[in-house]
C-alpha cells in the first residue's frame, strides 16, 4: 500500500549522536510500499534541525510494519547506525488503538 493519503504522523525524538539522517530507513520504506527508491511514498520521515542538530521520526498511519517481508521491518534491516527498533514502530499502532 503507498504511503500516499498516509495521515498525520507520530512524531519521536531520536538520539541525534546516533542518528545522522542518513534517510536509508525512508529510501527502504518506500521501496517496500512501492518498489521504488521514492522517499516520498514512505511511511517514515526522519527530519534534521539545522540549528539545534535534534533529529525526529515521523511514523505515518500507512506503516505496515513490513509484514510480507521475511526479514521484518526494512526501516529497521537498513538503519545505517541500529538506530530503529521494533518498539519505535509499534507507537503506530499503539496510537491507532488510542494508547
Not at 547506525?81 to 509499534?90: A, K, S
Amino acid at each position: 500500500m503507498p504511503a500516499t493519503g498516509r495521515g498525520l504522523p507520530i512524531r519521536k525524538w531520536l538520539d541525534e549522536g546516533l542518528c545522522t539522517a542518513c534517510r536509508s530507513c525512508e529510501i527502504a520504506c518506500a521501496f517496500h510500499h512501492t518498489s521504488a527508491f521514492a522517499p516520498s511514498e514512505s511511511s517514515l520521515r526522519i527530519l534534521r534541525d539545522m540549528n539545534t542538530c535534534e533529529v525526529t521520526i515521523e511514523l505515518y498511519r500507512s506503516c505496515d510494519g513490513c509484514l510480507e517481508e521475511t526479514g521484518g521491518p526494512l526501516c529497521i534491516e537498513f538503519c545505517a547506525r541500529d538506530v530503529l527498533r521494533p518498539e519505535l514502530l509499534r507507537l503506530v499502532s499503539d496510537a491507532e488503538n488510542g494508547h
